[in-house]
């Protein structure tokens, strides 16, 4: 049975780390022959859906074989325990690549978008830089059309999805508390609730009095052992660092060691620049730059993309040929267009007395969605969530991040005082609504470190979403006064809010408007899958990691129940 929401589980747990799994099954593309040998499944991206599919189809019994431009991150050196870890962050540790300049990025032209890309290459994606929070979608957000009359409607339902929910969920470990009204019925968590802390209290008792719904969020973080291998979290804060406990489920610590355990092969510092096609337009493999720059081939039966919503339609745009002369898989024109992020804003209370916002999970405590349906007496469709995140450390409390201004020269330590520790920001995550002028294009003159053609966002932020944002920053308001908040600083839009890549590859049953058919499988090349972010039709108003993680899940089935033969797929 379920915990009550308002019982939670306090305190710390004893961790241990990680050994290497299978340590032969990794290896770096530098010290590999100029063609290697045939695999049956190749996959591009070990992020969230690259390492649920390689787990799924390794322990299947199909030879794989995932190429990850980045490397394995080694914990020992995470600066979540060093005490600069904030100024860390801000650099080598940025979540744009932009910023962050590592060897395995590549840069993205953002000019022409007001909400900038974030990313992470690596072993585990940008899950390495992610803070957890892990929601199912509602059943209504694969029937926008239907319901709404916007949009389009996705060609599978959640029911049909909701198994790979399930099964994912038990893959990775999801703390939270079963029971919540916003959700049909499902299974009961496999792992209890952390904390909300203080100040979610106290924002959710203000919630209970106006009537508004409120849940503590779903965590893919261990507070109790879940795992082999795997820590508990000591609630220090900066998960977007790399956990150095291993409490976190970023998909190098859930998937990667059953996929290697289970005979996947992942080679790391290679670069793929191209997807290679026959004379008859079908996928015959991948080319890629190890870190020499030295060009390796590796031949495959079938591919799988999963590099996310930027870097998949970027890969398959340079991967233009004789017989996909716009790209692969792109006869319907609409590789790369109806680029969604979920656009946020925020409200930062400043409370008279400390709430211990700084200690726990920084990005999740509780997440409303008393405004995430459709409601014909507001003045937009569909809808947003209100996620309660904690506060910020004291550097950039300091440099007044999340919209809060500091006091410079005389009165600043004061003025530090009274904001370190005393605030809540309340983000309005809204729904983005497909739009075919929102793409991922070929930039005409920036280049990675390589030379290819890095991808260039051009990205407006519609009305729809803007009347969506000023009614969650109203209602935030009413939350926080009624909690009891001295001072309230809003942010209208986050520019650094760009986590959420989707929509450029969409999933549909017609050909001439979507990339991929209901499995992830391109309507142009039958054996070549688009597993990540790029899928969604729509994208919801929640986080999309387990819907990523889900539908990849189900893809790797499909090809399962057609291994006979991967060419008819």
């Known amino acids: 049975m379920g915990l009550n929401r308002r019982q939670f589980l306090g305190g710390l747990g004893a961790t241990c780390l990680l050994n290497g799994s299978s340590a032969g099954q990794i290896v770096q593309a530098a010290g590999l022959s100029d063609t290697l040998p045939e695999t049956d499944v190749l996959i591009v991206g070990s992020g969230a859906s690259g390492a649920a599919a390689a787990w799924h189809l390794a322990s299947a019994g199909f030879s794989v074989t995932c190429l990850e431009q980045g490397e394995y991150v080694d914990y020992a050196e995470s600066p979540a325990a060093k005490s600069d870890w904030e100024l860390i962050r801000q650099r080598s540790w940025n979540p744009s690549p932009n910023a962050r300049h590592s060897d395995s990025d590549y840069p993205v032209s953002e000019a022409d978008s007001p909400i900038k890309a974030l990313m992470y290459n690596g072993v585990g994606g940008s899950t390495i830089m992610w803070s957890c929070h892990s929601p199912r979608f509602h059943p209504s957000d694969f029937r926008v059309r239907s319901l709404d009359g916007v949009a389009d409607d996705w060609p599978l339902d959640y029911q049909e999805l909701e198994p790979y929910y399930d099964l994912n969920e038990e893959m990775v470990g999801i703390a939270g508390v079963s029971g919540d009204p916003a959700y049909p019925q499902r299974p009961p968590h496999h792992i209890p609730p952390v904390p909300i802390g203080k100040g979610a209290e106290r924002v959710a008792t203000a919630m209970d009095e106006l009537g508004w719904h409120w849940w503590p969020s779903d965590i893919q973080i261990n507070s109790e052992q879940h795992g082999h291998g795997r820590g508990v979290c000591n609630h220090c804060g900066p998960c977007e660092l790399g956990c150095p406990f ?68 970027r890969l398959l745009l340079l991967s233009a040929a ?248």
Request: glycine share 10%; hydrophobic share 40%; charged share 20%.
């Open 322 to 569: 004789a017989q996909h002369p716009n790209g692969l898989a792109n006869s319907s024109g609409m590789l790369g267009r109806n680029l969604m992020f979920h656009p946020v804003a925020g409200v930062t209370a400043v409370f008279d007395e400390p709430v211990d916002s700084y200690k726990g999970i920084t990005a999740v405590s509780i997440c409303s969605h008393e405004f995430y349906e459709s409601d014909p007496q507001r003045d937009f469709v569909r809808g947003y969530m209100l996620q309660l995140v904690r506060s910020i450390g004291p550097v950039i409390t300091a440099l007044g991040g999340y919209g809060v201004a500091q006091k410079w020269g005389r009165g600043h330590h004061q003025r530090f005082l009274e904001v370190f520790n005393h605030t809540a920001t309340m983000a309005i995550v809204a729904e983005d609504l497909p739009d075919p002028e929102n793409r991922v294009t070929l930039d005409s003159s920036l280049t990675d470190s390589d030379g290819l053609a890095a991808p260039k966002i051009t990205y407006r932020l519609q009305n729809n979403a803007r009347r969506m944002l000023d009614h969650g920053i109203a209602r935030s308001h009413d939350i926080f006064n009624k909690a009891g908040a001295a001072e309230l600083h809003d942010v209208d839009l986050f520019a650094n809010g760009g986590f959420h890549l989707m929509g450029t590859a969409r999933m549909g049953d017609n050909p001439e408007t979507s990339v991929t058919n209901r499995w992830g499988r391109t309507h142009d090349i039958s054996n070549l899958y688009i597993i990540d972010g790029s899928l969604f039709t729509t994208a919801a108003a929640v986080n999309p990691t387990i819907t990523i993680q889900a539908l990849a899940l189900r893809a790797a089935d499909h090809i399962k129940e057609h291994r006979r033969d991967l060419a008819k797929v």
């Open 246 to 313: 291993r409490a976190k489920g970023s998909s190098d610590v859930t998937y990667w060691p059953l996929a290697l355990d289970a005979g996947a092969r992942l080679i790391t510092g290679a670069r793929v620049f191209e997807i290679e096609t026959d004379s008859m337009g079908q996928a015959t493999g991948a080319v890629f730059y190890d870190r020499n720059g030295k060009i390796r081939r590796q031949k495959a039966s079938l591919v799988i993309i999963g590099a996310n919503g930027i870097g998949t339609p």
